[in-house]
């Protein structure tokens, strides 16, 4: 039923969340990397480096782009010049996977550079169905889904997020990107349990796995507050929750994310020689 | 109880304002703290981009000042668009009518002279003319000639020392800025962009042939004191013309 498959062609094997830093360790290394994930923001100037540097590193990998800020979830219709510009990107880079969050981040024409919560109702399930199907038909190809990290409840959601991603998919065709890291920071946060949300997760539908790191905070009451700062290695009950999705699921692409105080090359190097892991036993 | 996309922005960029009514903690009760977490990631995300945006201007303000202004900054001009490396356009602007930074009348040049960089590094791929095809013009048909310039070249003039407040402030052992007005050429001859110091003469003679003038009324508007020479070869040798037309 899903025919995301075929727009999706990563490797089920490790990649990392790219940056400019790590450019000479990756084209020289060695080691399991297998694919790149850019965000695809990054890449819509009109040239220079940054897309000379991609050009190179697309000759070598196969490269996932993850779009932020299209604000898929907004109230309001999309932005059709962002949609351009990345119908532009996917149009020359050829990726081999392009994702997206279930998130807004535009709003009036303000765009707020975060990744915002939504409720979920039947009313906002038609809003992001309507705006996956227009992302698909411009660019011209199925699109992940990824699920966000929650720090609060919407008192009008009226569905589990695991139904209202499960219904997109159906609906739109749509694949899905399975955030570990997020599941795990938003059952700690909202007191439920990730085991069930994996348990319930439509995972022939995931066409992607990210980890990433989190930090700890508590709200006002002492309750714990995990927030999803990718600045930090992943922590051994997210690597667990890993281990339980993989074993339902079998091998799929696998990314370590970590965007905030970016390590040396060998730190994310370790992490994907765990990641590598994984994905074996898997 | 709907809470609408216009009422959670307004609360984000707002910390005066509660949280809507309608997030709730787990247990039910009226989300505050929780709320935070996104007021917190949109304010520190965006005064993150403007840091990396504005690298001398924070040098030149301090740490301190320079959040504290990005956090007005933000407020006042959110990004109208996802492409953070753009934004800040509005910075020299916004500069110029903030009241604690009057004491530094040369900050909205530094921030002009800042996005331009950015712009220059980000801009199209151009493939330069090579000197020869210059060299093999009669008098004549040199001074007719017009000039298309990669996109990445731009000319900035300042009534204060730009060029030597940023040399100061990016390099070791740069000279004491003087006080005086400079112009400067931003060049990007492979990645990097370049910038070199203009004489005044060079700095017209290069905006008028930027203005689509031909490099003999180029010349005119430069005056008696440009070395033509040297200003062709500086614009050569960094690659800045694209086409003689």
Known sequence: MLDA??????????????????????????????????????YMGAGGRPIAQLRQLAEKFPISVH?????????????????????HLCDWLDPASFSEHLAWSTHDSHFLNDLLPLPYTQRTLARVADHID?????????????NPSSYLAFAESDMEE???LAELAARTGCGLLLD????????????????????????????????????????????PLLIDSH?????????????????????????????NDVPAWPVLADELTRADGALALA | MIVTQTQFRQSLLDPAQAAPAGLTNPDGAQASKRFDVYRNNVAVSLADALESAFPVLRKLVGDEFFRAMA????????????????????????LQRFEPAKSLPYLPDIARLELALRQAYHAADAAPIDGQSLAALSPDRLMATKFKFAPSTQVISA????FGIYLANTAAQAPRPEMRAEALLITRPSFDPQQHLLTDAAAACISALMDGNSLGVAMSSAGNDLDLGATLGLLLGQGAITTLT
Request: hydrophobic share 40%.
């Open chain 1, 5 to 42: 498959t075929s727009d999706n062609r990563l490797p089920n094997r490790v990649g990392v969340g790219y940056k400019p830093q790590h450019y000479m360790d990756i084209i020289q290394g060695t080691g399991p990397l297998g694919w790149l994930e850019i965000h695809a923001e990054n």
């Open chain 1, 67 to 87: 779009g932020v800020g299209l604000s898929i979830g907004a109230e309001g219709a999309l932005d059709r010049d962002h949609l351009a510009r990345l119908k």
């Open chain 1, 134 to 146: 227009q992302v698909q038909e411009v660019i011209g190809r199925k699109m992940l889904l990824e």
């Open chain 1, 162 to 164: 695991t139904a209202f």
């Open chain 1, 180 to 223: 570990v890291n997020n599941v795990f920071v938003s059952a700690t946060n909202l007191k439920t349990s990730p085991q069930a949300y994996i348990d319930a997760f439509p995972l022939h539908a995931v066409g992607e796995m990210h980890l990433g790191g989190h930090d700890e905070d508590a709200d006002e009451t002492g309750a």
């Open chain 1, 231 to 259: 600045g930090k290695a992943v922590v051994d009950p997210v690597w667990a929750l890993l281990d339980y999705t993989l074993a339902k699921s079998g091998p799929k692409p696998l990314l370590i994310e970590w965007d």
């Open chain 2, 71 to 94: 956090g007005v900054y933000l407020r006042k001009h959110p990004p109208t668009s996802p492409l953070m490396m753009f934004y800040g356009e509005k910075m020299p602007q916004f």
């Open chain 2, 159 to 162: 009534d204060f020392p730009i």
